[in-house]
C-alpha cells in the first residue's frame, strides 16, 4: 500500500494549487480519502475528506468554499484543489486513506497515509 502526495509548491497569497494523490497496492474504490496538514509548531489537523462514491464531502471550516476535495477512482487517485490561498495555509499536507467511516476528518480513523507535500503560501 502506498500513497504519494505531490503538486506543493510556492505561491502568492489568492493564489491556488492542485495537490494529487496517487494510490498504489489495493483499489481505491473501497476506501475514503482525506487530506491533513501539519503547520510549525502546531498539531495536524483534518482539512478534507471524501467518501468512496464521492458524494459525501467534508471540510474544516477554515478551508469551505475555498478547497475543494475530489477522487477519480479509475486513476486511483485523489486531489485537492486550493484556491484563495492564505498565509495561513502554509502547512505539509497529506493524503491517507481508510474504509470504515463515511467521511472523516479525524486523522485516528485513518490508517494509510502518504509522504508530505508542503505548501507555501508567501508573497
Known amino acids: 500500500v502506498q500513497l504519494q502526495a505531490s503538486g506543493g509548491g510556492l505561491v502568492e497569497p489568492g493564489g491556488s494549487l492542485t495537490l494529487s494523490c496517487e494510490i498504489s497496492?489495493?483499489?481505491?474504490?473501497?476506501?475514503?480519502i482525506g487530506w491533513f496538514r501539519q503547520a510549525p509548531g502546531k498539531e495536524r489537523e483534518g482539512v478534507a475528506c471524501?467518501?468512496?462514491?464521492?458524494?459525501?464531502?467534508g471540510y474544516v471550516d477554515s478551508v469551505k468554499g475555498r478547497f475543494t476535495i475530489s477522487r477519480d477512482n479509475a486513476k486511483e487517485s485523489g486531489f485537492l484543489q486550493m484556491n484563495s490561498l492564505k498565509p495561513e495555509d502554509t502547512a505539509v499536507y497529506y493524503c491517507?486513506?481508510?474504509?470504515?467511516?463515511?467521511?472523516?476528518?479525524?486523522?485516528?480513523?485513518?490508517?494509510?497515509w502518504g509522504q508530505g507535500t508542503q505548501v507555501t503560501v508567501s508573497s
Open positions: 471524501i467518501n468512496k462514491s464521492g458524494a459525501n464531502t
Open positions: 497496492g489495493f483499489t481505491l474504490d473501497y476506501y475514503n
Open positions: 491517507a486513506v481508510e474504509k470504515f467511516t463515511d467521511c472523516s476528518l479525524r486523522q485516528e480513523s485513518y490508517a494509510y
